[in-house]
């Protein structure tokens, strides 16, 4: 049973293109089963979160992180009685439209297309599902419903909100989305910040002891030793990170429902129109979150290591980005025609868009692979 606040399938405000309801799952479930489906979905396999796929196989990508996302907002969804499907469509798709090598690499393709509209991760997820993908006979993209469309847009300019028709409306008139695109925002942070300290961790970026010096590492790490002395290494990182993480859920949902009991919304369109979100932690919960934000910021993302990785990622995404905007011909038979055709109704800016599509779809081995066959004379 949904809560009154909760989005239902029957509520739905439908699809681009009309097509006939589907029998024996819903709306969100055929929304989901279309994003696991799709092309862009697989690929993730093979993109950054902050490590390059070839530097080791036990660390996240674009992949596994979105499952994981899905399996945080699906438990959330359930307790706060919302639509566990559209949570987890939308938790799914988040991500289909990152570049490869992560926000390294949507920084330079946006430094790229800086004269072109600029390119920003969030749209170009939209961009894939609406137009992209090329799976249906009746339609471009994957014909998703308005509520999952809506949640994969997490943010977005006013001057971008503008031409997007309905979607654009909640930020044109300062309004939140449904609860089910909340949590999955909110799991979206839960899931990469603490997977990355497993991971920065597991790289030896990162130390326990600097990690001690977070509070919300600290405290669970002192419960874990105490506890379970003699414990040591990746059992003891994982119990650690597995407590942080049941640690911030249980904080989150019961922030959640104070404020869902104080504002109690009527329906979802009375939580769009509510002071703030809905979903959130609590204030500690967020002083404490933002100083683990800050740590991974300082001590993690901007480790030489890393910087080394954004610095090839860099000019490997601005070198093939001008190499394709000066000589399209070197581009494969099919995606040539797709810039032909782009550059025939835009102009300049429709070729770099679609150079910059080309780009944003490929995988991190893909993109080095392509960068040594057109600049490497050895390579064939």
């Known amino acids: 049973m949904l809560a009154p606040y909760a989005v239902s399938d029957a509520e739905s405000r439908g699809r681009r293109y009309p097509e006939t309801a589907p029998r024996y799952r819903g709306e969100f479930q055929r929304d989901r089963d279309r994003i696991v489906h799709c092309s862009a979905f697989r690929r993730l396999e093979y993109k950054t979160q902050v490590f390059v796929n070839h530097e080791g196989d036990m660390f996240r990508t674009r992949l596994t992180h979105s499952i994981e996302v899905a399996q945080i907002g699906r438990s959330i969804a359930r307790v706060l009685a919302i639509n566990e499907d559209l949570v987890e469509a939308i938790s799914l798709a988040h991500d289909l439209g990152h570049t490869p090598f992560g926000h390294a690499g949507q920084d330079a393709l946006d430094s790229c297309m800086s004269g072109y509209g600029g390119f920003e991760h969030n749209l170009q997820s939209l961009r894939v599902v609406e137009e992209l993908e090329q799976r249906y006979a009746e339609f471009s993209g994957l014909n998703l419903t308005f509520e999952t469309r809506e949640g994969i847009l997490k943010h977005c300019t006013l001057q971008h909100a503008s031409g997007l028709g309905e979607l654009g409306e909640r930020f044109l008139q300062r309004q939140h989305p449904s609860l089910e695109a909340q949590v999955a925002n909110v799991a979206d942070e839960i899931a990469y910040n603490n997977h990355d300290v497993d991971d920065g961790l597991r790289a030896g970026l990162i130390t326990l002891e600097q990690l001690d010096e977070v509070e919300l590492f600290r405290e669970h790490h002192r419960q874990v030793r105490n ?29 959640s429902q104070a404020r869902l009991a104080e504002y109690a919304p009527e329906d979802v369109s009375a939580v769009r129109t509510t002071p703030a979100p809905l979903i ?4 500690e919960m967020k002083q404490k979150n933002r100083q683990l934000k800050r740590f991974l910021r300082d001590n993690m993302y901007r480790h030489y290591r890393v910087h080394r990785m954004t610095a090839k990622a860099r000019r490997i995404i601005h070198a093939l980005f001008h190499e394709f905007m000066g000589d399209p011909a070197l581009l494969p038979g099919e995606t040539q025609e797709t810039v032909r ?18 780009i944003a779809g490929m995988t991190d081995r893909f993109a080095i692979s392509e960068y040594e066959r057109i600049f490497n004379p050895h390579s064939s």
């Open 227 to 255: 506890r379970y002395p003699h414990l040591n290494g990746r059992r003891m990182v994982n119990e650690v990170v597995r407590r942080m993480i049941n640690h911030l859920v249980i904080d989150l949902l019961e922030a």
């Open 280 to 283: 959130g932690f609590s204030d």
């Open 341 to 358: 055709q782009s550059e025939q109704a835009q102009g300049e800016h429709g070729r770099a868009r679609a150079v910059a599509d080309y």
